[in-house]
């Protein structure tokens, strides 16, 4: 029988969402809990994979139970109980919000229809946002960031963001929106939805339209940047501790 677990969790001391041959992952934190308490081994398989440093306020991940394993529902008069016993078990950066029964065909990953991520910034000294948040000190001219940013919603080819040498079958996304929002005088986040994201896409947009906002680029410069679909013409990625996975859709 197959169960979703939501989940979420702050990436900072994280090598990623993936387990990793020589570093601590969300992934194998996830496993270790699962299988003590379960009493067997459990593998987890995630919505995405997030890299070193990046947030997630809400994560989807999937385990299997065998056929000869009774149901939760037997072992825990409630699954809320075994949310209970996972919290704490798990370190306090990473918290389990549900974990809910689907049918064996359901995939965290590949049945997700959308992902939503967040890129937080801010444009004075803050030494209460600092960690989840990047500083940059630069004016940015915002009105033309998102100008850059409504024309992601006419590709569907995203290479030039994608991590160089990247092990990627195809660099297609299809992305539903992006758009800058303001939240305070000296505070915004860029928010973008996509059906997929290639490794690394959403700090090299961000870092791109810096540039823009910056007028390093034009929006004819951001255009072809997007055309040419190379890596080196867009711009650099920027820090993860300011990145967060917000939202997943199926």
Known sequence: MRYFITLSYDGT??????????????????????????????????????????????????????????????????????????????PSDIAIQKIEPVSDDL??????????????IHTCKSPFVRHYSWQTHYALDF???????????????FGAFCKSHA??????????????????????????????FLRNMVRAVVGTLIDVGRHRLSLDDFRKVIEGKRRTEAGESMPANALFLENITY
């Open 13 to 90: 001391r994280y090598h990623g969402w993936q387990v990793q041959p020589n570093g601590i992952s969300v992934q194998g934190e996830l496993q270790r809990a699962l299988s003590l308490i379960l009493r067997q081994d459990i593998q987890v398989t995630g919505a995405g994979r997030t890299d070193t440093g990046v947030h997630a306020r809400m994560m989807v991940a999937h385990f299997d139970l065998n056929s000869q394993t009774s149901n939760l529902n037997s072992q825990f008069s409630i699954l809320s109980q075994l949310v209970y016993k996972l919290n704490r078990l798990l």
């Open 143 to 157: 009105p033309l960031m998102n100008e850059a940013a409504a024309m992601l919603l006419e590709y569907d080819d």
């Open 167 to 196: 092990d990627v079958k195809t660099t297609l996304c299809k992305v539903t929106h992006a758009q800058w929002h303001q939240t305070s005088d000296s505070e915004w986040y860029f928010e973008i939805t996509a059906n997929r």
């Open 107 to 120: 995939h965290a990953r590949f049945s997700a229809t959308s992902r939503t991520y967040r890129y937080f």
